[in-house]
């Protein structure tokens, strides 16, 4: 094996075991997230069945709680049981343009800073940065089940532990992706029904939801080179070998 060979393997075994020696955040958490308002345009996270009236249009930015529960792995087993977290309310810009503090844009790449945090982990960052777009002008896909509707949503986003306090998910920080899948049900409906309602400027029945968020790891372009050039390098070498 040459000089420039053993250097290449020795620099993928180093980057091999800074990925081994890092903590992400990997891992997946169910979420309760309480009583939940639905209107044609926003989603008021609420976590109190008394609340029934969606957040007003404007600049200030609101929140709904949650509280994480039952599964949890990796590196949400270090996050207690019934551990409160915020979700950042959302508002459709097309519909409801004047609710600037809550935009979140569907079916574009985005950037919603902080859209979920978690109590016990005042670092932990979880920006939102794609909501997929479903029914109409909703994020919202409806599902028949029986003599009700499963009503889903997705979105996916980025996540790291800001060590370094900088209050963002910067490169000092290990960034990892994560996706999270909101549902609730709904009984004694249709999917044609609850289409009317939400195309039709109406509200959804005050419901409980509930959520999957997922982390996992994002490979690190630098490293992935040269394990790779490493790899192709040692190939080559074994061709050599073997033509000779």
Do not use: H
């Not at 009236?53 to 049981?81: H, K």
């Amino acid at each position: 094996m040459s000089k420039t060979l053993k250097t290449l393997v020795a620099a993928a075994a180093l980057a091999a075991v800074g990925i081994a020696s890092a903590t992400p955040i990997v891992g997946i958490a169910n979420l309760s997230l309480g009583q939940v308002i639905v209107t044609n345009g926003s989603i008021d996270w609420n976590n109190d069945p008394t609340n029934i009236d969606p957040p007003s249009n404007g600049a200030t930015t609101t929140y709904g709680e949650f509280n994480v529960i039952n599964l949890r792995t990796g590196s949400f087993l270090s996050v207690p049981q019934l551990t409160v977290g915020t979700i950042r309310d959302m508002a459709n810009p097309t519909i409801l343009p004047l609710d600037t503090g809550n935009a979140f844009p569907m079916g574009v790449a985005t950037n919603v800073s902080k859209f979920l945090t978690i109590s016990t982990k005042p670092n932990w960052i979880f920006d939102a940065n794609f909501l997929f777009p479903g029914l109409g002008a909703s994020p919202f896909v409806l599902t028949q089940v029986g003599n009700g509707v499963s009503v889903t949503m997705t979105m996916l986003g980025t996540a790291c532990d800001d060590l370094n306090f900088s209050g963002t998910c910067d490169a000092g920080d290990d960034i990892t992706k994560w996706s999270g899948i909101f549902t609730a049900q709904y009984t004694q409906t249709s999917i044609a029904a609850m289409a009317a309602t939400i195309l039709g400027g109406g509200a959804l029945d005050n419901n409980s939801w509930s959520g999957t968020i997922e982390a996992t790891r994002l490979p690190e372009p630098a490293s992935l080179a040269l394990v790779g050039l490493a790899i192709a390098g040692l190939g080559f070498a074994s061709r050599r070998r073997a033509a000779k």
